[in-house]
């Protein structure tokens, strides 16, 4: 895995200078290659290759895209409302900004998804393609590989601009200084076409699977289902409703379909989830539950674990890395030292359901007097709430809790005032202002046996993973009307989950299927294009962030809750898609801007 992440050549093509008659000036320095000696190297070219996958933004950045959704907040916003508040203009890009001061680089997951970021990956992969073809090689076997990885790779980042802006040039060659670098947008359907053929080219190049050092890079799983996940977006509401929201764009081919047979969009996401379903190579980890198995744990171990059978496409990571991957500092409660970052909202928890499949409810008195009691396992495994067991504190708080809750709740005291617990931005141990506004915290991807206030832990980001295959597969089984075999994968991952099978059809099970996304994939950087696709973002963000309130009054034993306002939040339709950047527009002027805008 070293080889693939933790490379850091950087490669550089020099410019040629007039010869001098002078030896030593002639000579390559030893930090340096040119063109010509990486394009006859497989080693260097898979250095090169590797520095493409560094670029695909991962979400384990101090800003994950659940605080751009409706997912959760960023505790110290950081420009994260600029996007929830529908604030994003062609000439303020906000956290989506690369020199958008300390949240750029490391520090924001949203920025390497830019078009000028991503342009600069799509480069790299031309330049690849290009040379590749000029030189043989005595490793066919590996040249051909990369040159499946690196067609997976070009496809990833279109498929990361596609679903931000719409069409987008598809540009196939690594343009040169002196070239004509204007190029007019692509429609919409033809950068689906271009992004599918090129994971199927990926597809037909690469392994099932790799070994040792090797894991990690893409296999012929990773490009079916990232051509599964790029058909189902693309058969979505959004890319064939224009004329309900975008108020008489002039150009709607590039923002969704113009014509053609949707039903048929639907059935080839369908059988693109089912040829990796038909791969039998993954699989749910712990889809059958033992008898008396923490369900909630083993759900946990899908993120913690280093390897399990339902990774499809997965970044790693070590300890001492540099870069900016430290989720359990980011997210830990400032009474953990914590910065208590992409904290959940309220809606997002009481989403959850019980663990007998019911709807959670405030408004039923029995939930509503112990809200926290008897949620379906998953809620255990992704949420931090009051009196929720925890780590051991750490030196200087141990005296103040030697058990190790979250303390997010308010007491009252004999005078009438209130203080707050070690978890609170009235705690009386930590930073205040890494305190959850929210009343929640994530526990998602955090190892508990890790402390976070010194040490890294090394869990993957997951990109895909089998569960998205399945509820891509029920998603587009329920479209066709195919719903009975859309409940058949749905109560997999269900039963998987600890929950009892559900039943529906039609609407009733769209829905049902849509909250098993929302659930299952929580914080997986799904649910920013999720409401977008199904056009549900007016509805969902044009509620403001909701935290709850948590009161011990005095004497009594148990809290009383209350629902407050934490961050507002604005929808505006352009906010479907980005706009094109002013810079963008001014130097290219092919370009058609986004609706709106």
Sequence with gaps: MKNLLYTCLVLLFLIPIPACDDDFLDKQPSSEYSGNVVWTDLALMQTFVNNVYNNIPHGFTELMMASISDEAILTFDG?????????????????????????????????KMSWETVYKSIRACNLFLQEVEKNTYDDEELKNRLLGEVYFLRAYHYHNLVFLYGGVPIITTPYGLND????????????????VDDCDKAAALLPDSYSGNLKGRATKGA????????????????????NAWSQGYPNPELIGYVGGDRAERWRQAK?????????????????EPAPGDNVAKNYEEIF??????????????????????????????NGYFGYGGNTPTSQLVDAFEMSDGSKFSWDNPVHRADPYKNREPRFYANILFEGAKWQPRQAGAVSLDPVGVIQVGYYEQPDGSWVGGLDTRNSSFAAKEDGTYTGYYLRKFIDPTVNTQ???????????????????????????GEDAQALEVINIIRKRAGLPTITGSGNELREKIRQERKIELMYEDQRFFDIRRWMIAPQVLSTNAL????????????????F???????????SYFMPIKLDEMNRNKLLIQNPLY
Aim: include cysteine; hydrophobic fraction near 40%.
């Design 271 to 287: 059988n693109a989830a089912k040829a990796v379903m038909d791969l039998n190579v993954y699989d749910l980890y712990k889809k």
């Design 454 to 480: 010194f040490l890294k832990q090394d869990a993957p980001w997951r990109f895909i993973r089998y569960a998205e295959v399945l509820l891509n597969y029920a998603e587009a089984s329920n479209e066709l």
């Design 304 to 333: 913690l674990s280093k390897e399990t059978n339902e990774d499809i496409f997965v970044r790693f990571f070590i300890q001492n890395s540099a870069e900016g991957y430290n989720p359990g500092r980011y997210n830990n409660p």
């Design 564 to 574: 407050v306002s934490v961050r507002d939040r604005t929808w505006k339709d352009w």
């Design 79 to 111: 420009g994260s409302s600029n996007v929830t508040k529908s604030l994003i203009t062609p000439s303020d890009y906000s956290v989506f900004e690369p020199n958008n001061g300390w949240m750029s680089g490391v520090h924001a997951r949203a920025w």
């Design 223 to 242: 490009a079916l289902a990232l051509k599964s996940r790029v058909l189902l977006f693309a058969a979505s509401n959004l890319y064939h409703n224009q």
């Design 547 to 562: 935290g709850v309130d948590i009161r011990y009054k005095l004497g009594m034993e148990k809290p009383t809750y209350s």
């Design 180 to 195: 004509d670098h204007l190029a007019a947008r692509n429609t919409f359907e033809e950068c689906i076409k271009f992004i």
